[in-house]
């Protein structure tokens, strides 16, 4: 099997596997920050339970993100050394401030958070946490500037075959990096309050602490309500500046063939990507231009323009991504959106009477919550680097140039089943061990 496959479908898996831990953390580390201050304020005992036991959860979910995460260090260099070599000045420095500080702030005062309980003051406990919980996000945003350099290259200017990097500052502020970030951390708000919502009914539904678990079950629906806003709001603006930097990723979210004036948005199509056609689809007219450019009547261009455009530019080559991956991702994304805002939006209806507590159907139904955020992360992050393809920093750089040459294919596909076999024993034990936590009384 070709080389540059392999090595792909090998980064994609530990990538997608790591991915499903990230938001988790970030997230959960808000929200125990949170069930600690209130409980610091308000003198309430409940609220020091939940920090306590959802910070179990933060903390199995932490160990298995560091130790997923440890695993890309080596592959940019073994399987994109290519890669490496082009781009590491650049690259590197965002991803080791993010080691060096980030990371290290976090992990000292989780071990101070875990330790200090009944040595520390209340407030040097609190302080802690939120110091945990801004270290992830600071962790969260170093990675992206890294990642935004591969979908924006800004700040730097090629000396001797090599991306150099000029400007710092224009690295750290990239707008890609803005709005990717905040895009990133509303939908890790999402994940948290979905865990906390699906934990918190199945508690309810066992009886067990129910005073405690309704409190937490009416804060995740809530604050997942507003995060869930903030993820559209981020969505919209992103595809907006997608659309003027990365116009081929965009046109492929849509599998838009031909130029449109106005441009319709497909819920659902049948897309044949080898006659570069559309057969059955349902369509909503203008939306994508609306979505696009603010204009129901606006010109999108689409994948036919785009490649002569890029064959004119870069020479004759395949510049279409795979479209149906990232066509139907967007759409699963969107999908599992929907369908967490319409629960808790039934939630929301029951709590207002007060009726949560005792309606089975409602507490089943909030349980499934759980798995939704991390399909629809995994989706998101599909349509970010799928849909980038060829490229592995945009315009620049394409992933056929960036692969190791010299590593036999043969020692990428025994590390491939290594990865699955050992990832997942980690996955399964970590559900075991999430499980067994949420099962024990608070």
């Not at 993100?65 to 000045?89: A, C, K, L, P």
């Not at 600071?138 to 000396?159: C, H, R």
């Amino acid at each position: 099997m070709d080389i540059t496959v392999l090595s792909r479908l090998q980064f994609a898996i530990t990538t997608i596997y790591h991915f499903l831990f990230v938001p988790l953390t970030i997230g959960l580390a808000l929200y125990v920050a949170i069930f600690e201050t209130i409980g610091s304020i308000k003198k309430d005992e409940s609220y020091d339970k939940l920090a306590r036991f959802f910070g179990k959860l933060f903390i199995i979910n932490f160990a298995v993100g560091v130790v997923t995460g440890i695993v890309q260090e080596f592959e940019f260099g073994m399987n994109w050394s290519e890669y490496s070599r082009y781009v590491g000045d650049v690259f590197g420095a965002p991803l080791a401030i993010e080691a060096l500080s980030a990371f290290f702030l976090e992990s000292t005062f989780l071990g101070v958070w875990i330790f200090g309980k009944n040595r520390l003051s209340k407030r040097t406990q609190v302080i802690s946490i939120w110091l945990v919980a801004l270290a992830s996000n600071i962790s969260t945003y170093w990675i992206l500037v890294a990642n935004s350099f591969m979908q924006d290259p800004v700040g730097y200017k090629i000396e001797d075959g090599r991306a150099v990097m000029t400007d710092f500052v224009a690295l750290i502020t990239n707008k890609h990096v803005v709005i990717q970030y905040f895009h990133t951390v509303t939908a890790a708000v999402v994940t948290a309050a979905c865990l906390i919502i699906g934990v918190s009914a199945y508690k309810l539904l066992k009886h067990k602490e129910t005073e405690i678990f309704a409190k937490a079950f009416k804060l995740g629906v809530i604050t997942c309500i507003i995060a869930l806003f903030g993820v559209a709001l981020a969505g919209d603006m992103q595809g907006k500046y997608l659309m003027k930097t990365q116009p081929m990723k965009m046109a492929a979210v849509e599998a838009l063939w031909d130029t449109e004036k106005p441009a319709a948005f497909s819920i659902i199509e049948a897309i044949d990507e080898k006659n570069e056609t559309d057969g059955f689809s349902i369509e909503i007219p203008g939306l994508l231009s609306f979505l696009a450019y603010g204009d129901f009547n606006a010109e999108v261009k689409g994948i036919k323009e785009l490649q002569k455009e890029f064959e004119d530019t870069y020479g004759e080559g395949d510049y279409v991504p795979p479209v149906a991956p990232v066509y139907w991702s967007f759409r699963i994304m969107i999908g599992m959106a929907g369908i967490m805002l319409l629960v808790c939006f039934l939630a929301i209806i029951k709590m207002k009477k007060d009726k949560f507590i005792n309606t089975k159907w409602l507490l089943k139904l909030s349980i499934l919550l759980i798995p939704l955020p991390f399909i629809s992360n995994t989706c998101g992050w599909i349509v970010t680097e799928v849909g980038r393809q060829p490229w592995i920093v945009y315009r620049l750089l394409t992933v056929q140039q960036a692969v190791s040459k010299s590593v036999p294919s043969g020692w990428i596909l025994t590390s491939i089943i290594g990865f699955v076999l050992i990832y997942s024993v980690i996955f399964v034990t970590t559900i075991v061990f999430m499980i067994r936590t949420i099962k024990k009384d608070i």
